[in-house]
């Protein structure tokens, strides 16, 4: 059993920044891709961006691009989205996700990931 926690949501004005961090209580770490995914109320889980095990490929979804930036540090278990030129639209509460061992295909959907966090909530201020 893998064990996901988020830290580092808040409050933040348009156009603002803010750094989430997830860490993971795995030492197979290395071998699962992570995401980070969000869930506005009332909406689905979205996609926000991935990174992939096996090449350290990233991927975002369109409307983040440029903006966000999903790194992971195998060596600390932890995976992080840092997030700038916030916008209200990006209010939700964001989970981190993990896929099983060598896991990845499916990286955009969240049937693609085994364990999740609690989540954190985001806010933006307009």
């Known amino acids: 059993q893998v064990q996901l926690v988020e830290s580092g949501g808040g409050l933040v004005q348009a156009g603002g920044s803010l750094r989430l961090s997830c860490a993971a209580s795995?030492?197979?770490?290395?071998?699962?891709?992570m995401a980070w995914f969000r869930q506005a109320p009332g909406k689905e889980r979205e996609f926000v961006a991935a990174n992939i095990w096996s090449d350290g490929r990233t991927t975002y979804q369109d409307s983040v691009k440029g903006r966000f930036t999903i790194s992971r540090d195998n060596a600390k278990n932890t995976v992080n989205l840092q997030m700038n030129s916030l916008k209200y639209e990006d209010t939700a509460v964001y989970y981190c996700?993990?896929?099983?061992?060598?896991?990845?295909?499916?990286?955009?959907?969240?049937?693609?990931?085994?364990?999740w966090g609690q989540g954190t909530q985001v806010t933006g201020s307009s």
């Open positions: 996700g993990a896929t099983d061992l060598c896991g990845g295909g499916s990286y955009s959907y969240p049937y693609g990931y085994v364990y």
């Open positions: 795995d030492r197979t770490f290395n071998t699962r891709s």
